[in-house]
């Protein structure tokens, strides 16, 4: 039976090799593409080969326009822009990978993913040992997640669910999908769905709270019904 190898292994194999063949590599894009070959070495090399065809230095931009993935940086952009109810970071970020010819269903799953993360940085205090994360990723992740409540979570979680889903029924109409969903994320008013009412609840119950402490709630969408 054969063992995912750890994403630090395959990173620094993946540096060595690189070195070897004179390839520039940045180490960010090395835990890209470990990330990507999902615990397998042969894998790894394959897409090192593969960017390496660009016959440029290897970073993080050209690791997401060869592969289609690894764009996560944006991702946690995107999904701290949607705990702000920041619409305009939320459309220029949607607006910069169409323009870029970037997959919006596989930038889906990155989001999908990094929820994923989010939910296991909350629940676990050993979240690290869990995740394939660089040491500068986990540092964004955590900070983001403090964000979020579990019924925040779940309500985005569902919403990027079935959207993933209309985006491989529709796909010619990925980016209105993706923005229709986004939108109703920042806003749960917007959805008459379980999770949305469970959110709007809880924004409530936070409200009251603070107000019984003295302490004026800063007004957000998530608190009207």
């Not at 809880?202 to 998530?222: C, F, I, Y």
């Amino acid at each position: 039976d054969f063992r995912r190898i750890p994403l630090q292994v395959l990173s620094d194999r993946l540096a060595y090799i690189a070195e070897q063949e004179n390839i520039r590599l940045d180490p960010a894009a090395a835990q890209q593409i470990a990330r990507q070959a999902q615990g397998g070495m042969r894998d790894a090399i394959s897409l090192l080969e593969l960017c390496a065809g660009a016959r440029k230095k290897i970073d993080d931009a050209l690791v997401f326009a060869t592969v289609g993935s690894g764009n996560r940086e944006s991702a946690y952009k995107i999904i701290e822009a949607v705990s702000k109810s920041d619409f305009e970071t939320v459309y220029s970020i949607i607006n910069d990978i169409v323009m870029k010819s970037g997959d919006l269903s596989v930038f889906w799953q990155e989001i999908i993913d990094s929820y994923r993360d989010i939910m296991v940085v909350k629940n676990s205090d050993r979240a690290k040992v869990y995740l394939d994360l660089t040491d500068a990723e986990y540092t964004a992740l955590s900070a983001i997640a403090s964000d979020f409540s579990m019924a925040r979570l779940s309500y985005h979680v569902s919403i990027l669910e079935s959207a993933m889903a209309d985006m491989q029924r529709a796909f010619n109409s990925k980016r209105s999908i993706a923005e229709i969903a986004l939108t109703r994320m920042c806003d749960p008013r917007l959805s008459e769905s379980n999770e949305a009412l469970a959110l709007r609840i809880e924004e409530l119950e936070r409200a009251v709270k603070m107000m019984k402490l003295g302490v004026t709630p800063v007004s957000q969408p998530a608190t009207e019904v």
